[in-house]
């Protein structure tokens, strides 16, 4: 079985910084996806990113991009010139590779963030 | 929402009743699950199906059941519902079995 760890419960920046939120994992699997979700209060979950394990190359999408370190089995989250609509729960999630997604996601405890104006 | 709807959105049962939680999708993805959130936890899956009259447990099926016959319906049911099972369920589907795309969910609380 995997486990998820997101050490940081709650971070709180100014707006325009960058911030950067952690993940590690655990797991004997070597092929995998690692993703994060955002929940803002509206509850919805928003995929926001993902990272295929195989890939050396760090995922990005506009302002977020990722620094995926597998042998550490890390998987931290950077958000740059973040923004008040930022403000969200995130959750770092992992999926073992070739179920056919039949395992689900695995999610951390979630990490809340919150983008001071 | 990626096309998916959750009803109802929130709903009060006392210990022992029942009712089911309806996830239906207009994107004819195969995948489709059932999560629920703690409060200040992660998501939990529940059950999850590859397809039309396939269906499988996940981390956490007890109390619960769930049946597939069309691509497009995965209905939750919760059998004498118990405080334990207070939490918010979420409806996700995928095309893939990759990436999914959670439903808006349902707020449930046993008395």
């Known amino acids: 079985a995997q486990t998820v760890t997101q050490s940081q419960p709650e971070m709180s920046v100014q707006e325009a910084e960058t911030v950067t939120l952690s993940c590690t994992y655990d797991t004997s699997e070597n092929n995998y996806y690692l993703f994060w979700y955002k929940q803002p209060p509206s509850r919805q979950m928003i995929l926001v990113i993902r990272?295929?394990?195989?890939?050396?190359q760090n995922a990005t999408e506009n302002r977020f991009s990722v620094n995926f370190q597998k042998a550490a089995k890390s998987f931290s989250l950077k958000i740059s010139d973040s923004q008040l609509g930022d403000t969200a729960m995130y959750f770092c999630?992992?999926?073992?590779?070739?179920?056919?997604?039949?395992?689900?996601?695995?999610f951390g405890k979630g990490t809340h963030l919150i983008i001071q104006p | 929402n990626a096309g998916v709807t959750q009803t109802p959105k929130f709903r009060i049962l006392k210990i022992g009743q029942s009712m089911t939680l309806q996830c239906a999708q207009d994107?004819?993805?195969?995948?489709m699950y059932w999560y629920r959130q703690d409060p200040g936890m992660g998501l939990k899956l529940i059950y999850y199906?590859?397809?039309?009259?396939?269906?499988d447990k996940g981390e956490v099926p007890n109390g619960y059941n769930v049946s597939r016959s069309t691509t497009e319906d995965f209905p939750l049911r919760l059998e004498l519902a118990a405080p334990s099972q207070t939490s918010v369920y979420f409806c996700a589907i995928g095309r893939t079995g990759v990436e999914q795309y959670f439903g808006p969910g349902t707020r449930l609380t046993v008395t």
């Open positions: 994107m004819n993805h195969n995948y």
């Open positions: 990272q295929e394990a195989y890939k050396q």
């Open positions: 199906s590859v397809g039309a009259g396939i269906t």
């Open positions: 999630a992992f999926m073992k590779h070739g179920g056919g997604g039949a395992d689900g996601l695995t």
